[in-house]
């Protein structure tokens, strides 16, 4: 079975999921998007404060879970623009160190409120 990870230093879920799923060895992330968590609105409308709060979001699930980013093993990033691409890259990549996960990076025609990037990923528990 599952557990559901939950924690108030990133935002709520805004629909029927959890933040992350974890399967015992492996920890399923959903997708985060730049919300802040205490005040549940965009951090910014720039495309690199939304990235880096993304990542933030990302390592305060990680984080509850007893996990770091050295534990993400694959992250797909959406973006509402690829021209924002180089831009996310560049602070994702801030935030892992080699050897870097799996990825994948897709434009999309719409993010969940309008946002301009998001990113879900799986960590494996060493």
């Given amino acids: 079975m599952f557990k559901a990870i939950s924690t108030e230093q990133a935002p709520a879920a805004i629909g029927p999921y959890s933040q992350a799923v974890d399967l015992g060895n492996l920890l399923l992330i959903s997708g985060q998007i730049p919300l802040d968590p205490k005040t549940m609105e965009f951090v910014s ?73 998001e990113i879900e990923a799986i960590a494996v528990k060493e």
């Fill in 45 to 117: 409308d720039e495309v690199g404060e939304q990235a880096h709060q993304v990542m933030k979001n990302l390592g305060a699930i990680l984080e509850e879970a007893g996990l770091s980013y050295r534990n993400v093993a694959k992250a797909n990033i959406y973006l509402a623009s690829m021209d924002d691409f180089s831009v996310v890259n560049e602070i994702y990549a801030s935030y892992l160190s080699e050897p870097y996960p799996a990825r994948a990076a897709v434009e999309v025609s719409k993010l969940p409120k309008g946002a301009l990037v």
